[in-house]
């Protein structure tokens, strides 16, 4: 699927649009969606920590796109892991995803989150997930 | 930590209030995420489906809590898998996790998102964490 | 698949010849595997430790024959995760499976591993994996 | 843990025994181990396949050994995952796993199993774990 009709379906989402989501980079099997910071994605307004089901989220969004990338079909996913390994602060991230392989029935998808701290890009969360694909191009 | 305290955290976030969440059930070990359905939730306005990256976060959620009812401590998601078994479609659902062990670091919890289908409750996704503890009662 | 032809595909598998495995329970969707205790199974002989890896790949089995018994066709492993609740310790178990759900192209499955301990039950390890179908009866 | 006492450990197991185990590599974060071919690896004698059982215990093992180049302390695994991208054929295999987190209580290993194929290098399957750590030096 090209950049501009998966950017479509990207912003159709409500979810989507809550997140202020949008594409930083769309190759063939590669994609990073920025992330703006707002107080919505904190755990509460006192608390300068991203809530874990959005950084969740945000891996698996990337890692649908990143095989969406590859295939023309829909490509939901079938099952999802993710590691946290930092808290998530409030500044701006990316998530960035990276296809392992595309299968006949299933692809694999590798995602991580990354935020700047203290000047160093550092990786907050790591995901992994299964998308059902139907027909590869 | 009681059921009044744990409302107060998930009524704080705003994430949560997004999502419109409350107990339907809080007992030591269990609880019960009551989710009304809205159009934000769906993945876009014409099509009568849930957004996964919402069902995970449910899921991630309700086993948080699930852990939360038998500590008395912060319980960070260390990891989390989710499955998605169904489509989840446009009707009110319900996210129900149960504790499998507290350890003297680390928690597991299932969890589950289930909904009415033509008159039948089915289960649209499977959820388990690890989620890390402190110090437990 | 019928138990026969389940038994010997088991039997016919030299890790499994090393685990001496055996069906104790086998029906459509849910299947148990009575594994008798030997040395070596352990971490190493002077300690009363069941090697984790053991423990996960009695998990995949149980999953795998458990998605087997309700088609008929090959059903690799698509991906896993096991959640170590207890240490096993030297004494036979038992790893028991039930399917989830058979879809078109994916099935999921739920195992554990469990144990006697001091009289009682208890189970060591949660499993759950997604394996490929191709076709369902 | 140094490499020699860690190799020790590697080698007093008889799971690894029969997996006939040795490291290639053995550094802080990283280690390599190499695995031969030997029939009693394989699904049956009559497929060139390797049990998917033993693929997941070599991405386990690696990165446990990974994490306990780290730390000076036993590290059980708490949760696994393993996704499998291709089959594993009968030819020598290297498990290799790089540390991506150490934390107070827990740490995140990456492994992934490769093996040559056609003159090539393929990723046979990919493992994430966490693995609790009581201190870290």
């Not at 998966?6 to 912003?11: C, K, N, S």
């Amino acid at each position: 699927m090209d950049e501009r009709e998966a950017e479509d379906i990207l912003r159709s989402a409500p979810f989507h649009q809550f997140l202020d989501l949008s594409f930083s980079e769309y190759e063939e099997g590669h994609v990073e969606i920025a992330v703006p910071m707002r107080e919505e994605l904190l755990v509460n307004p006192d608390r300068d920590l991203v809530h874990g089901g959005i950084v969740a989220s945000l891996l698996d969004i990337a890692g649908h796109y990143a095989v969406l990338s590859e295939v023309d079909t829909r490509v939901p996913t079938a099952d999802f892991r993710v590691d946290y390994l930092r808290p998530a602060s409030s500044k701006p991230f990316t998530a960035i995803a990276d296809v392992e392989r595309v299968g006949s029935n299933l692809a694999v998808a590798d995602a991580l989150v990354e935020q700047e701290y203290k000047g160093e890009v550092q990786t907050v969360a790591l995901g992994r997930g299964s998308y059902g694909v139907s027909h590869v191009d």
